[in-house]
């Protein structure tokens, strides 16, 4: 091992990887496209060719695996990985690559390390153990952490935590971790409107936060702004707002700046609030921190009584506020 990786000079990690993503080629039965199709398959897009929608279970949950265990998703990320595989030694690798126009060169297993391929099989076939955090929970009592104020530079902001509060952890939450059944979302343009009067009849009630109701303004949102074509099987475009909207796996909505794309997001949110009969969990990403608190904060200012548990929740991450912005 020691002669090994002395002659790749530390490329035995990036030998394997590579291998690895190009036996993910082979065992998707896709060894007549060129080597390059790898970034394609890493990249997640969603892509309706014939030959990926007729792939099994087990070649899916092989792409599953590999988008999590290779980094080339990009495509010069791949190709820059390639053409330093070709310069490792020959008598190092399984397969066959040339550093020049690899967009028509084909996988060449030269089965010469058929070890490596079995682990890889395993691998790709595997499921694949969680990343355990090493962070523990902070307990009850006052916490430190570091925030980035612009003019004043990182600063230490102390923060005093209650048992209460501390034990909230240690609650035992099964339906979050329980896998559930995914069915399809199917809207029309009634069901936009009749969650819209829901929403405005609701806005119309003081808040909880002792906040003066809001003038109904969704159903005329709903009215004067949504207007959407659904694309046809033949490639056609249904009439205006004709088509029930349905959603299931990736769907695109296409429109301009204003044109309601968000505000069909947040419909589909409230439905879930206002039905919750329907047992639905519903994640919407948002553009940065303050966004996601002040939707949740909206959200739960609109649905909730003050006794009552909150309809959404903030999952917050690093904020992307720039050096001009507060954090």
């Not at 902001?157 to 971790?177: K, R, T, Y």
């Amino acid at each position: 091992m020691s002669k090994t990786l002395k002659a790749l000079k530390n490329q035995y990690a990036l030998l394997l990887q590579i291998e690895m993503g190009l036996r993910l080629i082979e065992l998707l039965g896709l060894s007549d496209e060129p080597i390059t199709v790898l970034w394609v398959l890493l990249s997640d897009n969603p892509l309706p060719h014939p030959r990926l929608l007729a792939l099994d279970a087990q070649q899916r949950h092989a792409i599953a695996n590999a988008r999590i265990l290779l980094p080339f998703a990009g495509h010069f990320n791949w190709e820059s990985a390639l053409q330093t595989y070709a310069s490792m030694g020959e008598e190092w690798r399984n397969y066959r690559v040339s550093p020049e126009k690899l967009d028509e060169q084909k996988v060449i297993n030269l089965s010469s390390h058929e070890e490596r391929l079995v682990v890889y099989d395993q691998t790709l076939a595997s499921i694949l153990p969680f990343a355990r955090r090493t962070i523990e929970p902070a307990g009850a009592g006052q916490c430190f952490f570091d925030a980035l104020i612009s003019d004043q530079g990182k600063q230490k902001v102390a923060v005093e935590i209650d048992q209460e509060s501390a034990d909230i952890v240690a609650l035992d939450l099964p339906w979050f971790v329980e896998a559930r059944p995914r069915q399809p979302l199917t809207y029309s343009y009634d069901d936009f409107r009749n969650i819209a009067r829901d929403l405005d009849d609701l806005s119309q009630r003081p808040r909880s936060s002792k906040k003066p109701g809001s003038p109904p303004i969704w159903g005329k949102l709903v009215d004067e702004m949504l207007g959407y074509r659904a694309i046809l099987a033949d490639g056609s475009l249904a009439e205006r707002n004709e088509v029930p909207l349905r959603i299931e796996g990736h769907a695109y909505v296409v429109g301009a700046v204003g044109s309601g794309k968000s505000m069909i997001a947040r419909f589909i949110m409230a439905d879930a609030a206002l039905h919750p009969e329907k047992d639905r969990r519903i994640t919407l990403v948002v553009s940065d921190t303050m966004a996601a608190l002040n939707l949740a904060d909206e959200f739960n200012e609109l649905f909730c009584k003050p006794e009552d548990p909150p309809v959404a929740v903030p999952l917050i991450g690093r904020s992307p506020a720039g050096p001009g912005h507060k954090s």
